[in-house]
């Protein structure tokens, strides 16, 4: 009864995050672009879709991720040796940012460099960067300075690197963004701030996002300084016009695309 409970408000919070973009997109759709009756469907379709999907993983995230991150936090903060927590941290880092759906899709934007090469470089970046922020925590080193060193660190790789690159860098550091690695992340360092009981613990839960979003960027970076590839592949993925509702249904099911209608059907 809690989870139905639970289920319904965080279904609830994603009508009330999706409602108010559907009605925008409907209102340009009207006044401004319209569409066909089959991509109408296709977008209604996903907006609902979207509801349900957000509240069962936003679900999932309350339930799991987060008192999973939480008591991570706590258990590395609470060990002696500095560099077993480090490694913990690093490994975490990599980890949940590889299976950040957000990051699949970016690596398959990007022709000029195998996706593979890509994630494991902005896998490593997040963790590294998690790692740090740790360090950070542990030797108390304020925010800001490390924000003004590492920024003006990334402007002066971005003037060394390829046209190319710059972009995916900073969409790179967006990764950190995403669903699965904010929740987790986040907890992790309520779980670590937690156990300290100094001044600084409260303003040392802070920051960790931050930091954690400059990793891929340099890493990036210095990805199009080291690869340097020859040339950039050039290609848009060839999207099927959908016109009718019937069209629509056929992109949703197992039937070929597209589907050819005989006369007077």
Same mark, same amino acid.
């Given at each position: 009864?809690?989870?139905?409970?639970?289920?319904?408000?965080?279904?609830?919070?994603?009508v009330?995050?999706?409602?108010? /973009?559907?009605?925008?997109?409907?209102? =340009?759709?009207?006044?401004?672009?319209p569409l066909?009756p089959?991509?109408?469907?296709?977008?209604?379709?996903?907006? =609902? =879709? !979207?509801?349900?999907?957000?509240?069962?993983? %936003?679900?999932?995230?309350?339930?799991?991720? $987060?008192?999973?991150?939480?008591?991570?936090?706590?258990?590395?903060?609470r060990?002696?040796? $500095?560099?077993?927590?480090?490694? &913990?941290?690093?490994? @975490?880092?990599?980890?949940?940012?590889?299976?950040?759906?957000?990051l699949q899709? !970016?690596a398959?934007?990007?022709s000029?460099?195998?996706?593979?090469?890509? $994630?494991? %470089?902005?896998? +490593?970046?997040?963790?590294?960067?998690?790692?740090?922020?740790?360090l *950070?925590m542990?030797?108390? /080193?304020?925010? #800001?300075?490390? @924000?003004?060193? &590492?920024?003006?660190?990334?402007?002066?790789?971005?003037? =060394?690197t390829?046209?190319?690159?710059?972009?995916?860098?900073?969409?790179s550091?967006?990764? %950190?963004?995403?669903?699965?690695?904010?929740?987790f992340?986040m907890?992790?360092?309520?779980?670590?701030?937690? +156990? *300290?009981?100094?001044s600084? #613990?409260?303003?040392?839960s802070?920051? !960790?996002?931050?930091?954690?979003? /400059?990793?891929?960027?340099?890493?990036?970076?210095?990805?199009?300084?080291l690869?340097?590839?020859?040339?950039?592949?050039?290609?848009?993925?060839?999207i099927? !016009?959908?016109e009718?509702?019937?069209d629509?249904?056929?992109s949703?099911?197992?039937?070929?695309?597209?589907?050819?209608?005989?006369?007077?059907?």
């Open positions: 009864m809690l989870h139905n409970a639970l289920l319904k408000e965080k279904v609830k919070e994603s009330a995050a999706v409602l108010p /973009i559907t009605g925008i997109v409907l209102a =340009l759709s009207v006044l401004v672009v066909t089959g991509a109408l469907v296709l977008f209604l379709f996903g907006a =609902l =879709l !979207l509801v349900f999907g957000m509240g069962f993983f %936003t679900l999932g995230v309350e339930i799991s991720m $987060i008192p999973m991150g939480e008591g991570m936090g706590v258990f590395i903060s060990r002696k040796h $500095i560099w077993a927590p480090l490694a &913990f941290c690093f490994v @975490l880092g990599v980890v949940i940012t590889m299976a950040e759906p957000d899709v !970016l398959n934007q990007v000029s460099i195998p996706n593979q090469v890509l $994630i494991w %470089t902005v896998a +490593v970046g997040v963790g590294a960067f998690l790692m740090f922020s740790q *950070r542990l030797l108390k /080193i304020p925010l #800001s300075h490390l @924000l003004v060193i &590492f920024y003006g660190l990334v402007f002066l790789l971005a003037a =060394l390829p046209e190319t690159f710059v972009p995916v860098s900073f969409d550091g967006g990764v %950190t963004t995403g669903p699965i690695t904010v929740p992340i907890s992790l360092d309520v779980g670590m701030a937690s +156990v *300290r009981s100094d600084r #613990s409260e303003s040392d802070f920051g !960790l996002i931050s930091l954690c979003s /400059i990793g891929p960027v340099l890493s990036v970076l210095l990805l199009g300084i690869y340097r590839p020859e040339q950039e592949a050039q290609g848009l993925a060839q099927p !016009l959908v009718t509702t019937l629509a249904a056929a949703l099911s197992a039937l070929p695309w597209p589907v050819e209608v005989a006369p007077g059907c």
